[in-house]
Each structure stands twice: as C-alpha cells, then as structure tokens.
C-alpha cells in the first residue's frame, strides 16, 4: 500500500469453534454435548453470537489503541449468513468445476465435544510434560528373508504412539543411511532395529548378530 499499490485491507472475525462454545457451556454449567441439546441448540447458539460479538468489541478497541491499519468498518463476521452464503458460493463454484472429491482423513477428536478439533483448538488444551504412552511393536519377517536366517523367527521393531492406526498400515519406513542392528534378545527373540536405540529399547544381555544400513532392509516382506 506504501508503495501505491491497491492492497484489500479488510479486518474479520473467526467466530465459529469450540472456544466461544465451551466458555458458553461454563456460563451455563453444562457439560457436552448431549446437556446442550437437552438446553436447546437454538438459545444456545444465541448465546454463542452474543459471546462473540462481546470479544469482537474488545478487539476492536484494542486493535485501534495498537494502530493497527485494518478496516474494521467492513469487518467480516464469519457468523452472518451474507459471509456463509459465500462459502456456500465458492463451494458451488468448486463443485461445478469438478474439483470436490470425497476422501478420508485421520483428524484429532474430542469425544467430551463430539467433534473433530483443528490444529488450533487442539494447541489450547496441550499441556508440557503429558505423558503419552507409546508401544513397540514387533512385525514378522517373511520365512527366508531375514539376513543369516537359520530357520527363527525374525522380527522388525517398531515404535507408534498411535498404536490404534496399525490395521491401516501397509509397510515399515526405514532411513537409507541409518545403522541397524539384528540382535537376539534375553528372551530368544530375533529383532532389527536402530543400533543407537537398542541400549534404550532391549534389557541388558541382548546378543548383536549383524549390523546394516537401512537401505539394506529395503524389499524384506
């Protein structure tokens, strides 16, 4: 704009989300879902736009005390049926382009809300320091195709925090230019894994039996 060109400078407000819902709920002492249905969605969503358009003053004062150079006389309201309609719009324009398709996608989800979360809405309730649990889990090497078999059972070890995705999976990745190491471990078990995580992984008294780059795993079945 400084240098003379035309550059839109039209502030809006993000209204929808599970911010202005929850603080709603608190208001109201409810708590999920089911409680807000039991109020009436219509009062609560009511209540919501009021919420909001409470936060949207005080932004509006602070963003003119900060100097902040928006135009807020034609602000967007995300929450207003002229903006939603233009959604529906842009929408119709994509679906006859044929450019929407139906796909799947594995998203965060609350089960207390009931709903999916954004990337945003999940940083809100990240805490530092939580533990999260996370398996190994061993995967057999195809009969023949582990290196120096001697007719046992081998295994690849991998590590997920998301154990509950595995059905889906359809392959192991490794690091081209990682060491690995195939070891036996106390209990009798053949398993490949990182070399430098194997002192972490195993109990002491594992036997190291070869040692390979990644790329030397590429293909085993």
Known sequence: ??????????????????????????RLGLNGKQ????????????LCRESAMEYIRDWEKLTE????????DTAYVTFRNEYIESLWWILKQFWEKDLLFQGHKIVPYCPRCGTPLSSHELSLGYKEGTIDPSVYVKFRVKDGEGRGARGEEEYLL?????????????ALAVGADVDYVRVRDVSGDVLTLAAELAERVLRPG????????????????
Request: proline share 4%; no cysteine.
């Open 35 to 46: 409680q807000i249905e039991d109020y009436g969605i219509a009062e609560f969503n009511k």
């Open 206 to 221: 594992y036997e190291v039996l070869d040692r390979m780059k990644g790329s030397d795993l590429v293909g085993i079945h």
């Open 158 to 170: 991998a590590w997920t925090t998301t154990p509950w995705t595995l059905p889906g999976n359809v």
């Open 65 to 72: 005390r900060m100097a902040f150079w928006v135009d807020l």
């Open 1 to 26: 704009t400084m240098q003379g060109y035309y550059v839109q400078r039209r502030g809006g407000w993000d209204t929808h989300g599970l911010p202005v819902e929850i603080e709603v709920e608190k």
